[in-house]
DNA sequence: ACAAAAGTGTTCGTACTACACCCATGC
DNA sequence: GCATGGGTGTAGTACGAACACTTTTGT
């Protein structure tokens, strides 16, 4: 099927990269990865990890390559936001990128420094300010994304180790939707749902009645899911 | 801040397009806009209205230009879905797609062929197969970004003409949601959100009962909007 | 008078809200 | 024994679900 390409040839001159905004949940925090670029253009500003779309090489796999190379991590959650593509975004022409947002364990890795890093840290989603190019941006949208994903899909256990707490789901949705819950009724509501297994142990060694660890009962959420199910919670008082 | 760009000129030879689902609400029906192509690649075969995107032509801006194209309509409703770019889904060279889907009111003009369209027409939602490239994907996640949008937003009386029926508005919800919704919670449901504008006025020449004219009140929207308002409705049974 | 859609009210069950006290552990 | 968070029950309310009949118009 080969075409007379010659007069499209002007349009076969851009470039596009993808930007992960990789959340994580630590110490009852959201956080968001960040990288302080060592490239131009912003060079020495923080900013998400991002690159290139190699050739040949699907979105989706460009991303999770770009979440490899910081976290070391594979086949994680990953879903795509949307493309921000503001001519004059990037220096060196015309340049749309697609925005991820994946779900990460922290625990689940050790940060290094790789590629256009020269350093890596966890930032809290609250104080982020003057990102590279237009990450502020693309994090907000990806923030906002995530708050709305989550009230219809249980996505938030990708964000918690394998063993949890009740208190510590909650602590999660609270952190996400910037709100409080009132604790026995959110417990009523996530037990009611079937979606979490009681693993029979509690915690070790806190001052105080050891809490009860969950896990999260994915097959129980498949077959939930087939049946059209609607994971939502409502409540919820402004901060 | 020019930069040492040689180095990246292997990344600068990719294209980009918009592609468009415009939905339309028709005689009870929900409808998409499509073309039939009258340029390679898949030269005579039905897709979304699309084209590359111009040099320094923003995205969202290139997408109501393509809508402009095929319907003349300006300043209409119009959401980014998500980027489509898996390697070899264009026959010229790397092209990642930006889909959007955009509401019409189909009786707000008159279709003509134009661009790359010998052909224009709107296709029942249900009944559309072998489009050119990925535009099968692209359509049917278009239109499941309608469904959830229209869930928390008001945004399906941009289907609607200025003024309709109450039947019309649950028809659209019917119609978008594929649900049989039952009239009087329906009813109960919409007007207790305060959202409509009843016009004091009535259908003529029905050989029924005459049902009164409502329009949108923007007004009340935004006022609702500000103070975290959440449109939702629920019930319906699968068709 | 008949056909066709508009319009309306009530009952029932469920699910969200609000609220206060006892329990298990470490120190 | 005290501090700390874990864990639970209940009453009130609001909202969604289900359901059938009367009204207004054109022909």
């Keep these: 099927m080969a075409q007379p390409q010659k007069s499209f040839d002007a349009y076969f001159k851009s470039a596009f990269t993808v930007d992960n905004v990789i959340f994580g949940f630590d110490n009852g925090q959201l956080k968001i990865l960040l990288i302080r670029r060592n490239e131009a253009p912003f060079d020495n500003y923080w900013g998400l990890p991002g690159y290139f779309v190699r050739e040949g090489e699907d979105l989706d796999a460009a991303a999770q390559r770009v979440l490899r190379e910081v976290t070391g991590l594979k086949d994680v959650y990953l879903e795509q936001v949307k493309a921000f593509g503001t001519p004059g975004r ?17 625990e689940d890795f050790e940060l290094h420094a790789a590629g256009v890093a020269q350093e890596v840290a966890w930032h809290s989603v609250s ?18 994304r995530l708050k709305r994903s989550i009230r219809s899909r249980p996505i938030g256990f990708e964000l918690l180790p394998p063993a949890f707490t009740l208190t510590d789901l909650q602590h999660l949705y609270e952190a996400i939707w910037e709100l409080d819950l009132e604790k026995r009724n959110f417990r009523k509501k996530i037990l009611s749902m079937n979606l979490l297994k009681d693993l029979g142990r509690s915690q070790k060694g806190v001052a105080h009645r050891p809490a009860k660890l969950y896990s999260f009962d994915e097959g129980r959420y498949r077959e939930l899911e087939e049946d059209g199910f609607n994971f939502e919670l409502k409540e919820g008082k402004r901060k």
Excluded: M, N, P, W
Excluded at 127 to 144: G, K, M, P, R, T
């Design 90 to 106: 990037h220096d060196f022409g015309r340049v749309i990128t697609i925005a991820y947002y994946s779900l990460v364990k922290v």
């Design 127 to 144: 104080d982020i300010e003057s990102l590279a190019f237009d990450h502020e941006e693309i994090v907000q949208v990806a923030f906002h």
